[in-house]
């Protein structure tokens, strides 16, 4: 079954939405907030919206908006793709 | 008395320039910039040539941040306005709340970004169209986008009336600098070198055919067959006198003296055009009669009707051979809402160095009465210049162009110091 | 209130025609009708098969070009933005019985907003021209002439130049979803400076085509409510969840009031104010605070010169997203101050969606005949309040009142927050 990795999701977010300078996101960021890594709810929305286009799920509309850490969409994502596998 | 609005910064981004030094040497130089497509195969379009901007890289310039979420246009106009806000030496952080805004012209949005967006949404599906084309694509993009950037909170807008529209956005700025904001920024960059935008560029058979970059855009040429589409544009600082003058201003390019913009009658019509009329009205306002101006920037569009009735308007005002005309476009081609800016930053340059650029690829004006200054740049004294700009359909503004250091500047301005000595 | 020294210099704008093109009615007697009536006009789009998308909702005008008088030759050539253009400025210069013939076409101008123009045109030719978006580079071989008029939006303002025969200033302002506020505003300045006595300005959109809806739905800011389509756009409701997408069209004829004096015009309203202002912040978010729009407010009001307690009413921008409708009411109570709670607020979006660049001037339009009827439109859908949105939105049925002051509002992306303030057209003379 799938699963979605953080540095996964860090290399979708640099792809579509670029990245802040002053972030370094190889580093240990699972748990800092999508805004202060420099990333806004458009950014999130288009992210949300490759990884369904990726990997075949639906993510609900207020999950997604809920989600403010790497690790938290993370996790959400691969709650879909478990429920997705049954 | 109305506040004078005094141009502060230019920021250029233009083929053969990115950067006003760089772009002002290439254009007193006649260096031509008009070349054959490379940003996507022009083989298969009747024309092969455009004013490209080579060797500019957004990320050299711009947050990675910014990068995937706006059209080239977007990222061009950040670019020339941050060199601008340099040049007039502004930190809009620093400004009071509200004292600055952000007018500027568009004619096409961000074009390439949008044919991106309808290709995924008609070859993959609605999921494909991404979160930023609600706002990469739209006329307004850039102040929205420089406001954002730069905190301007300010009054700002967009105004679109094709190639006259980069004017109009300019006498907006003054009319704002008139209500009592402080800044404004204003001009226009235009990008639409994609295939769609292209061949909605050419629709209206407008685009000379002619595939040699020397021969192709011709203005007032007996055998001119179009103009040769560019991207790029410039983007002006406006200020009034007072707010120049209390933040010890190092140097001011010019005053926005005169403007007027006008519509043509309707194809068929037998009323006259009012292109005339308009060039009247802005000199004036500026109050200075034709015999005072020193260059005209035509809008030389290369195309046969359009070139009489611009020839016939500037020898009405001016008399035959009345006043240099010049047409530094032909060295960049068409950049429609940033032609204009770019025309009114080359004058200030102009008037600046007292250097009047040439057009190359024309002999001479052909059947026109117009003194055409080709070949080489002329050197003489360049104190009040006059940009036109016309758009698609029939639209027509005039600008005047000052200099600073004129004996005729307004009361209030003699006591000021312009050229960066101190002052009290 | 005394005489202000700046009203002699100030020439004073009135509006003295009016035409639209809206969901629910072509023409500014059915437009008024709807509006007081609180009946919706949004519903499950129609003009494509809206399955694909999130948001299958949109306020669509029942509007055939042949209809209305267009030519073929205009039909062939103008967008349907256009069209509407074309017959509410004709409409506007019926109503107004201005006699073109006898003033100088040099002294009228037009002004004409919208903000994604072409729309529907240009995404019909792209997929000719792509294929169905097979071909990066298109086909030149199947490109219609007017292309470049859709490219670049002005030509809705030469074919608005054209109907009228004007030859002043003519442009188009394109803000985003405040350009129907700001085109209008631009027009209002431009008799003021004196460069022209009569304008013709309004604005229109008509972008209800698969790619917009796929881009607001790409960020979540329409209604999802596809299955009750009659009650999706339900501004300030606590159940709202979007806006609805629409289109439409409304422009007027302005004129000096002493321009409109001299020939015994009837006037509408007076528009006495405006104000714009950037919150700088983001590209489609709003902070909760409302600080900007609530300075557009105050800027309006003053050169309007008319109190914050003397709004009789506020037409909101009310477009029915979550951010939008707390961002605004905090802007108004932060410039109206306690009067907020009193003054009556309403949304004509919960009736006719929001039609982007166009609904600013729909809204000056309702305003204009609120003030000329003496009844203010109710906002449609309210039937569960937000303890966020506390204040009086009139909810469901229109309501009399006599109104001196009207303030309208838009705000959109990229930040831009537009007031204006109509007056009663005898306001003046009564004080």
């Known amino acids: 079954m799938a699963t979605l990795t953080i540095s996964e999701l860090t290399e979708i977010m640099r792809e579509c939405a670029g990245e802040d300078e002053s972030v370094d996101l190889t580093g240990d960021i699972a ?56 | 008395m109305t506040v004078p609005a005094v141009v502060t910064g230019i920021g250029v981004v233009r083929p053969t320039g990115l950067g006003t030094q760089q772009y002002w040497s290439a254009t007193v130089a006649g260096i031509n910039g008009i070349r054959r497509v490379t940003r996507f195969d022009p083989e298969p379009y009747t024309t092969k040539l455009a004013g490209e901007i080579s060797g500019f890289d957004p990320a050299r310039h711009l947050p990675s941040r910014l990068l995937p979420q706006t059209d080239r246009m977007t990222k061009l106009a950040l670019v020339a306005a941050e060199w601008a806000l340099a040049d007039a030496g502004i930190d809009p952080a620093t400004l009071p709340e509200y004292a600055a805004g952000v007018v500027t012209a568009s004619a096409s949005g961000g074009f390439e970004f949008g044919q991106r967006e309808l290709e995924h949404l008609w070859s993959k599906g609605p999921e494909y169209v991404s979160a930023d084309q609600s706002c990469a694509w739209f006329y307004a993009r850039n102040p929205g986008q420089l406001s954002v950037r730069h905190g301007m909170r300010g009054p700002s807008g967009v105004l679109v ?5 980069g004017l109009d956005a300019i006498a907006q700025a003054r009319r704002q600098i008139r209500k009592g904001i402080s800044v404004m920024v204003t001009g226009g960059v235009d990008s639409a070198l994609c295939p769609w935008g292209w061949v909605a560029l050419l629709a209206p058979g407008h685009a000379s055919r002619e595939e040699n970059p020397g021969r192709a855009y011709r203005p007032f040429a007996r055998d001119a067959d179009g103009w040769v589409p560019g991207e790029g544009g410039a983007i002006l600082i406006l200020e009034s006198v007072e707010a120049f003058q209390r933040r010890g201003g190092a140097r ?49 569009a290369g195309v046969p009707e359009a070139d009489r009735v611009e020839a016939e308007a500037i020898v009405d005002v001016f008399g035959p051979h009345g006043v240099p005309v010049t047409a530094p476009k032909t060295m960049t081609g068409r950049l429609f809402s940033g032609g204009a800016p770019l025309d009114v930053a080359t004058a200030l340059l102009a008037i600046r160095d007292g250097i009047i650029p040439p057009s190359i690829n ?15 740049a002329r ?9 036109i700009a016309r758009g698609y359909r029939g639209f027509n503004s005039v600008m005047v162009l000052r200099g600073l250091s004129s004996g005729r500047r307004a009361p209030e301005m003699r006591e000021g110091n312009w050229n960066g000595d101190s002052h009290h | 209130m005394p005489h202000q020294s700046g009203d002699a ?38 003009h494509f098969d809206p399955t694909p998308f999130r948001s299958q909702i949109a306020a669509e005008c029942d509007f055939d070009p042949a209809e209305h008088n267009l030519t073929p030759r205009e039909i062939r050539r103008c967008d349907r933005m256009a069209q509407f253009a074309i017959v509410c400025a004709r409409e506007a210069l019926a109503d107004s019985a201005i006699d073109l013939g006898r003033i100088d076409p040099a002294r009228v101008g037009v002004c004409v907003g919208t903000a994604v123009g072409a729309t529907v045109s240009l995404e019909q030719e792209y997929v000719v021209v792509s294929d169905s978006g097979a071909h990066w580079q298109v086909d030149q071989g199947y490109a219609v002439p007017h292309l470049y008029d859709y490219l670049v939006p002005s030509s809705v303002a030469a074919e608005v130049a054209w109907q009228v025969g004007a030859e002043g200033p003519a442009a188009v302002v394109s803000t985003g979803c405040t350009s129907g506020i700001d085109a209008v505003a631009h027009a209002v300045e431009l008799i003021r400076e004196g460069a022209v006595d009569v304008m ?11 790619i917009t809806v796929a881009c607001f739905d790409a960020i979540k800011a329409t209604s999802p409510r596809n299955d009750d389509p009659e009650h999706a756009s339900r501004p300030f409701d606590r159940t709202r969840d979007g806006f609805v997408l629409g289109e439409g069209a409304a422009m007027f004829v302005l004129e000096s009031a002493a321009h409109a004096e001299r020939r015994g015009a009837s006037r509408y309203a007076e528009i006495a104010g405006f104000g714009s202002r950037c919150n700088a912040y983001h590209m489609t978010g709003l902070r909760p605070d409302g600080r900007e729009m609530a300075e557009a407010i105050r800027v309006a009001l003053a050169e309007a010169r008319v109190n914050p307690d003397e709004v009789d009413y506020v037409n909101a921008h009310g477009s029915g997203t979550r951010q939008n409708d707390r961002h605004e009411t905090a802007a108004f109570k932060r410039s109206l101050g306690e009067h907020a709670y009193r003054v009556p607020v309403s949304s004509i979006k919960s009736m006719i969606g929001h039609s982007l660049g166009a609904i600013g001037s729909l809204e000056i339009a309702a305003c204009a005949l609120a003030i000329d009827n003496g009844v203010v439109p109710p906002t449609a859908n309210l039937h569960e309040s937000d303890p966020e949105c506390d204040l009086d939105y009139v909810p469901l049925v229109a ?10 509002v838009g705000s959109g992306f990229g930040g831009f927050q537009s007031a204006m303030v109509l007056v009663h057209p005898d306001r003046r003379g009564r004080r």
Do not use: M
């Open chain 3, 9 to 46: 210099e100030r020439r004073r704008v009135v509006i003295t025609g009016i035409g639209v093109v809206a969901p629910g009615g072509i023409g500014r007697k059915r437009f008024w009708d709807l509006l007081v009536s609180g009946r919706t006009a949004t519903r499950r789009i129609s």
């Open chain 2, 161 to 165: 009336a094709d190639q006259a529209g």
């Open chain 2, 252 to 300: 001011g390019y010019g005053v926005v003296a005169g403007y007027a913009a006008s519509f043509d009658p309707p194809p068929g019509s037998d009323r006259p055009p009012t292109l005339r009329r308009a060039i009247e009205s802005a000199l004036r306002e500026a109050d200075v009669a034709p015999h005072e101006v020193d260059v005209v920037f035509a809008d030389a």
């Open chain 2, 379 to 387: 050197r003489r004294p360049v104190d009040v210049a006059v940009v």
């Open chain 1, 31 to 86: 748990d800092v907030d999508f805004a202060d890594l420099g990333y806004d709810s458009l950014a999130l929305l288009e992210t949300a919206a490759i990884i369904q286009r990726r990997y075949q799920i639906r993510l609900d509309d207020h999950t997604v908006t809920e989600a403010r850490t790497p690790r938290a969409l993370v996790e959400l994502v691969n709650n879909a793709l478990a429920g997705a596998a049954h």
């Open chain 2, 362 to 376: 024309v002999d001479d004006a052909g059947a026109y009465p117009l003194d055409l200054v080709v070949g080489k």
């Open chain 3, 200 to 210: 013709v300005a309004g604005a229109s959109d008509a972008p209800i085509s698969p």
């Open chain 3, 399 to 408: 309501r009399e009142k006599q109104l001196d002051a009207v303030l309208t």
